[in-house]
Protein backbone atom coordinates (compact mmCIF):
# COMPACT_ATOMS: atom_id res chain seq x y z
CA UNK A 1 0.00 0.00 0.00
CA UNK A 2 1.12 3.13 -0.81
CA UNK A 3 1.53 6.16 1.55
CA UNK A 4 2.89 9.72 1.14
CA UNK A 5 3.60 11.52 4.42
CA UNK A 6 3.66 15.72 4.08
CA UNK A 7 5.69 17.35 7.10
CA UNK A 8 6.88 21.12 7.28
CA UNK A 9 3.99 23.05 7.09
CA UNK A 10 3.43 25.53 9.60
CA UNK A 11 2.92 29.89 10.19
CA UNK A 12 5.05 32.23 8.77
CA UNK A 13 5.35 35.56 8.16
CA UNK A 14 4.95 37.17 4.89
CA UNK A 15 8.57 36.86 3.28
CA UNK A 16 9.64 34.13 5.53
CA UNK A 17 10.63 30.42 4.15
CA UNK A 18 9.40 27.04 4.87
CA UNK A 19 10.56 23.64 3.66
CA UNK A 20 8.45 20.85 3.33
CA UNK A 21 9.01 16.95 3.19
CA UNK A 22 7.29 14.45 1.71
CA UNK A 23 8.08 10.88 2.44
CA UNK A 24 7.24 7.84 0.55
CA UNK A 25 6.70 3.84 1.95
CA UNK A 26 4.93 1.26 0.33
CA UNK A 27 6.76 0.78 -2.76
CA UNK A 28 10.13 2.54 -4.79
CA UNK A 29 9.22 5.98 -6.09
CA UNK A 30 12.39 6.74 -7.94
CA UNK A 31 11.06 5.92 -11.40
CA UNK A 32 7.82 8.39 -11.06
CA UNK A 33 6.79 11.44 -11.34
CA UNK A 34 6.54 13.64 -7.85
CA UNK A 35 4.98 16.83 -7.39
CA UNK A 36 3.47 18.98 -5.18
CA UNK A 37 -0.47 21.03 -5.49
CA UNK A 38 -1.89 23.45 -2.96
CA UNK A 39 -5.42 24.02 -2.39
CA UNK A 40 -7.10 27.32 -0.92
CA UNK A 41 -10.84 27.48 0.74
CA UNK A 42 -13.08 27.73 -2.69
CA UNK A 43 -10.21 26.73 -4.91
CA UNK A 44 -9.43 24.60 -7.27
CA UNK A 45 -6.30 22.16 -6.58
CA UNK A 46 -3.44 24.14 -8.35
CA UNK A 47 -0.23 22.60 -9.82
CA UNK A 48 2.90 24.24 -8.17
CA UNK A 49 6.00 22.07 -9.55
CA UNK A 50 7.17 18.20 -10.25
CA UNK A 51 10.20 16.64 -11.11
CA UNK A 52 11.23 13.70 -12.87
CA UNK A 53 12.76 10.23 -11.77
CA UNK A 54 16.39 11.69 -12.31
CA UNK A 55 15.99 15.53 -11.52
CA UNK A 56 17.08 16.19 -14.76
CA UNK A 57 13.14 17.68 -15.93
CA UNK A 58 11.62 20.15 -13.74
CA UNK A 59 8.24 21.94 -14.10
CA UNK A 60 7.38 25.30 -12.13
CA UNK A 61 3.62 27.49 -11.67
CA UNK A 62 4.64 30.49 -12.79
CA UNK A 63 3.30 31.66 -9.72
CA UNK A 64 5.95 29.76 -7.78
CA UNK A 65 8.95 30.27 -10.47
CA UNK A 66 11.86 32.00 -8.77
CA UNK A 67 10.63 31.00 -5.01
CA UNK A 68 9.92 27.52 -5.08
CA UNK A 69 12.51 25.08 -5.47
CA UNK A 70 11.29 21.29 -6.02
CA UNK A 71 14.21 18.22 -5.30
CA UNK A 72 14.28 14.84 -4.44
CA UNK A 73 16.40 11.97 -2.65
CA UNK A 74 15.41 9.01 -4.14
CA UNK A 75 17.35 6.60 -1.49
CA UNK A 76 15.07 8.35 1.27
CA UNK A 77 12.11 8.14 -1.03
CA UNK A 78 11.36 11.78 -0.23
CA UNK A 79 10.61 14.96 -2.22
CA UNK A 80 10.81 18.45 -1.05
CA UNK A 81 9.74 21.83 -1.63
CA UNK A 82 11.72 24.62 -0.58
CA UNK A 83 9.60 28.00 -0.05
CA UNK A 84 11.28 31.63 -0.23
CA UNK A 85 9.46 35.16 -0.28
CA UNK A 86 6.26 33.44 1.13
CA UNK A 87 3.29 35.68 0.37
CA UNK A 88 -0.68 35.58 1.69
CA UNK A 89 -1.64 34.17 -0.95
CA UNK A 90 0.58 31.66 -1.34
CA UNK A 91 -1.93 30.33 2.16
CA UNK A 92 -3.16 26.77 1.68
CA UNK A 93 -2.96 22.88 2.14
CA UNK A 94 -0.11 21.51 0.19
CA UNK A 95 -0.11 17.93 -1.04
CA UNK A 96 2.33 15.76 -2.54
CA UNK A 97 1.17 13.55 -5.31
CA UNK A 98 2.16 10.77 -7.46
CA UNK A 99 2.24 10.28 -10.94
CA UNK A 100 3.20 6.61 -12.33
CA UNK A 101 4.39 7.91 -16.17
CA UNK A 102 7.36 9.80 -16.84
CA UNK A 103 5.94 12.56 -18.72
CA UNK A 104 5.24 15.64 -15.96
CA UNK A 105 2.28 16.54 -16.24
CA UNK A 106 0.41 19.95 -14.26
CA UNK A 107 -3.50 18.50 -14.36
CA UNK A 108 -4.08 17.15 -10.94
CA UNK A 109 -6.23 14.56 -11.85
CA UNK A 110 -3.63 12.38 -13.48
CA UNK A 111 -1.56 12.19 -10.13
CA UNK A 112 -2.00 8.62 -8.95
CA UNK A 113 -1.19 8.49 -5.55
CA UNK A 114 -1.38 11.71 -2.68
CA UNK A 115 -0.77 12.36 0.87
CA UNK A 116 -3.34 14.01 3.07
CA UNK A 117 -1.82 17.88 3.03
CA UNK A 118 0.47 20.14 5.30
CA UNK A 119 -1.30 23.14 6.11
CA UNK A 120 1.01 26.22 5.08
CA UNK A 121 -0.05 29.94 6.48
CA UNK A 122 1.12 33.05 5.33
CA UNK A 123 0.32 36.26 7.71
CA UNK A 124 1.29 40.29 6.31
Known amino acids: QVQLVESGGGLVQAGGSLTLSCAGS????????MGWFRQAPGKEREFLSA????????VYADSVKGRFTISRDNSKNTLYLQMNSLKPEDTAVYYCAIDADITIQRWWRKYDYWGQGTQVTVSS
Open 26 to 33: GRTFSRYI
Open 51 to 58: MNWSGGDT
